[in-house]
């Protein structure tokens, strides 16, 4: 026992250097600003499809592991995060939205719940009477498909604007259909706009009439751009007005996108003017989403101005443009998009009358080409020149096929040019034919999953079952040919809610309760990818957001509920626990 110091003191001296060794052999890491633990982090990267923990330095992602293996990267100044078995993912990319107009919805009467047009009618009485007279009234969201009852009296379905100008007689009424692609205006509205039963219909839209030709008050496709009041028949805000409300309809964008977890917006379509703020946005760091920006203009000023405005990833990879926009058809709802056959439920010859009034021949049966193909096809050529990305928005079979036969023309013509990335907005009705096109041309499919099951109780009436099941919202028929499909909402069309959509890409369930073409739908992991890594590979960003991984953007949003392994009917109970974007923590709820 006297003996047993020194042989302690022995066994010490000889495993100093071992352990010191082991000490200097052991990883040190500089502390991460922010740590997520003790969850469940779906990656979307193959490499290693699920971890942990992981932790954050500056907007970066630099580990992920198990809670042992990222313990290390806490320090004092560490904000740590305990999942407590929640799910983490990529945040979500919304490949197709309308930014500004997210944010304009939230100034307007929303029409989205309305159940009938007696219900509109009701709402803009109601809100006259806090809006003083001349200034205008405007509301988005009706559809007349998803009414519970058929306005009497009425023309295809749309009403007639006499309810609505008799509770509004001093105040211009403008209501935006759902889908965008129709606008109900009232008689103070088209007064002042100067239009009479002998104004013309545009190129690429109609005006609505009765059978004596005079306008019901519905303005489809290009058709609603003749309501712009004429000069001096309203007050123009002032410069300093116009700055103010944009600025507010900026941060209310901002605002709900981060509250469903979206961290990455695809603007689809916005012009010159919009962009100038989102960058001013950017510079004063207020702009928290990161938005990928679609050009929305005619070929003329495109040439124009178009090579000055391309920015790829400015102010801290917040915003991107590289893509130009172009619209060749309208909506389904709105009987506006542009078919190779006429559709099912407009048959030639006077329709159905409805309480004896008489609709005229619509303008056509298979839809709106609402702009020359002509004219799409210098769109590429310039889109070519500029080394920009072409985005056309196409749901009829007819806009499809002929959106892809422009690109083909165009990959043709410079074959030098590779991938391109070219993208169809919606993709929603396609002919068989041209479904592997998609494949083997390389064109990405940016559809919105919301649409299929929102729009499904009345598609087979629209086009009748066979070109429904052949051609509709087919998700699966399009990954199979190879082509990426990219999920999005088309907000305001719907709502931004992430949830619902990733909801309606795996079930394909309408209200009612029954599947549309369920073949068709996705596994919860194409979903989740649509919804993230495909939207990053849509915008050429793959390598730097959609998926966790170290030295990506810490882009991350934390939902309540598993979505990969829940029962279908939890999905939908799911909320948004935090939205992290550079690893800053923009949302909390």
Same mark, same amino acid.
């Given at each position: 026992?006297?003996?047993?110091?020194?042989?302690?003191?022995?066994?010490?001296?000889?495993?100093?250097?071992?352990?010191?060794?082991?000490?200097?052999?052991?990883?040190?890491?500089?502390?991460?600003?922010?740590?997520?633990?003790?969850?469940?982090?779906?990656?979307?990267?193959?490499?290693?499809?699920?971890?942990?923990?992981?932790?954050?330095?500056?907007?970066?992602?630099? @580990?992920?592991?198990?809670?042992?293996?990222?313990?290390?990267?806490?320090?004092?100044?560490?904000?740590?995060?305990?999942?407590?078995?929640?799910?983490?993912?990529?945040?979500?990319?919304?490949?197709?939205?309308?930014?500004?107009?997210?944010?304009?919805?939230?100034?307007?009467?929303?029409?989205?719940?309305?159940?009938?047009?007696?219900?509109?009618?009701?709402?803009?009485?109601?809100?006259?009477?806090?809006?003083?007279?001349?200034?205008?009234?405007?509301?988005?969201?009706?559809?007349?498909?998803?009414?519970?009852?058929?306005?009497v009296p009425n023309v295809q379905g749309f009403p007639l604007h006499d309810a609505l100008s008799k509770v509004s007689p001093n105040n211009p009424v403008y209501l935006t259909h759902a889908s965008g692609h129709a606008t109900i205006a009232n008689a103070k509205a088209m007064a002042l706009a100067g239009i009479t039963k002998k104004t013309a219909d545009p190129e690429g839209g109609d005006i609505l009439r009765d059978k004596n030709g005079n306008p019901i008050g519905t303005f489809r496709e290009n058709a609603a751009r003749l309501l712009h009041p004429r000069p001096g028949s309203m007050p123009e805000p002032t410069p300093e007005q116009a700055a103010a409300h944009a600025q507010k309809v900026l941060a209310l964008a901002v605002q709900e996108c981060l509250s469903k977890g979206v961290t990455t917006a695809h603007d689809a379509g916005v012009g010159f003017?919009?962009?100038?703020?989102?960058?001013?946005?950017?510079?004063?760091?207020?702009?928290?989403?990161?938005?990928?920006?679609?050009?929305?203009?005619?070929?003329?000023?495109?040439?124009?101005?178009?090579?000055?405005?391309?920015?790829?990833?400015?102010?801290?990879?917040?915003?991107?443009?590289?893509?130009?926009?172009?619209?060749?058809?309208?909506?389904?709802?709105?009987?506006?998009?542009?078919?190779?056959?006429?559709?099912?439920?407009?048959?030639?010859?006077?329709?159905?009358?409805?309480?004896?009034?008489?609709?005229?021949?619509?303008?056509?049966?298979?839809?709106?080409?609402?702009?020359?193909?002509?004219?799409?096809?210098?769109?590429?050529?310039?889109?070519? !020149?500029?080394?920009?990305?072409?985005?056309?928005?196409?749901?009829?079979?007819?806009?499809?096929?002929?959106?892809?036969?422009?690109?083909?023309?165009?990959?043709?013509?410079?074959?030098?040019?590779?991938?391109?990335?070219?993208?169809?907005?919606? @993709?929603?009705?396609?002919?068989?034919?041209?479904?592997?096109?998609?494949?083997?041309?390389?064109?990405?499919?940016?559809?919105?999953?919301?649409?299929?099951?929102?729009?499904?109780?009345?598609?087979?009436? &629209?086009?009748?079952?066979?070109?429904?099941?052949?051609?509709?919202?087919?998700?699966?028929?399009?990954?199979?040919?190879? @082509?990426?499909?990219?999920?999005?909402?088309?907000?305001?069309? !719907?709502?931004?809610?992430?949830?619902?959509?990733?909801?309606?890409?795996?079930?394909?369930?309408?209200?009612?309760?029954?599947?549309?073409?369920?073949?068709? &739908?996705?596994?919860?992991?194409?979903?989740?990818?649509?919804?993230?890594?495909?939207?990053?590979?849509?915008?050429?960003?793959?390598?730097?957001?959609?998926?966790?991984?170290?030295?990506?953007?810490?882009?991350?949003?934390?939902?309540?509920?598993?979505?990969?392994?829940?029962?279908?009917?939890?999905?939908?109970?799911?909320?948004?626990?935090?939205?992290?974007?550079?690893?800053?923590?923009?949302?909390?709820?």
């Open positions: 026992m006297r003996q047993a110091p020194g042989f302690l003191w022995l066994v010490l001296a000889c495993a100093a250097p071992v352990l010191a060794a082991f000490a200097a052999c052991a990883p040190r890491v500089d502390p991460a600003d922010l740590v997520l633990h003790n969850g469940k982090i779906a990656t979307v990267d193959t490499a290693r499809p699920s971890a942990q923990a992981l932790a954050v330095r500056g907007d970066t992602i630099v @580990a992920l592991g198990t809670d042992e293996q990222i313990n290390p990267y806490i320090g004092e100044k560490t904000r740590v995060i305990d999942l407590a078995g929640k799910l983490a993912i990529p945040g979500f990319i919304d490949s197709h939205l309308h930014f500004m107009n997210v944010g304009e919805t939230k100034l307007e009467l929303d029409l989205t719940k309305a159940k009938n047009w007696d219900d509109i009618v009701a709402m803009v009485a109601e809100a006259v009477k806090t809006t003083p007279p001349g200034q205008p009234i405007r509301g988005r969201g009706w559809h007349q498909e998803k009414w519970d009852s058929v306005p003017d919009t962009i100038d703020l989102y960058k001013k946005a950017a510079d004063d760091k207020t702009l928290g989403v990161r938005l990928n920006v679609m050009v929305i203009s005619g070929n003329d000023a495109l040439r124009q101005s178009l090579a000055k405005y391309k920015m790829i990833g400015y102010g801290d990879k917040h915003l991107t443009v590289r893509t130009i926009k172009r619209i060749l058809d309208g909506a389904l709802g709105s009987r506006t998009a542009w078919l190779l056959e006429p559709y099912a439920d407009l048959p030639a010859g006077t329709m159905k009358i409805e309480e004896g009034v008489h609709t005229a021949e619509p303008v056509s049966r298979t839809g709106i080409e609402t702009m020359p193909v002509p004219e799409l096809a210098e769109t590429a050529k310039i889109a070519m !020149e500029n080394g920009f990305q072409l985005a056309v928005h196409a749901i009829g079979d007819r806009a499809n096929r002929e959106a892809l036969n422009v690109f083909d023309e165009a990959f043709k013509a410079h074959p030098d040019k590779k991938d391109l990335r070219w993208r169809i907005e919606h @993709a929603q009705h396609i002919n068989a034919a041209d479904i592997p096109r998609f494949g083997q041309m390389g064109v990405i499919a940016s559809m919105q999953g919301i649409h299929c099951t929102s729009d499904g109780p009345y598609v087979p009436l &629209r086009l009748g079952a066979q070109r429904a099941e052949e051609g509709a919202y087919v998700w699966q028929k399009l990954m199979k040919s190879g @082509a990426v499909v990219a999920n999005g909402t088309d907000a305001p069309v !719907e709502a931004v809610d992430t949830i619902p959509g990733f909801y309606a890409l795996v079930t394909r369930k309408m209200k009612n309760g029954q599947a549309f073409y369920p073949d068709q &739908r996705m596994t919860r992991e194409q979903a989740l990818k649509a919804y993230t890594l495909s939207g990053a590979y849509a915008a050429f960003e793959e390598t730097i957001k959609g998926s966790l991984a170290p030295d990506k953007l810490a882009d991350i949003t934390i939902l309540s509920k598993d979505i990969l392994t829940i029962p279908e009917d939890e999905i939908l109970k799911t909320e948004v626990l935090y939205t992290i974007v550079g690893g800053k923590v923009l949302y909390k709820k």
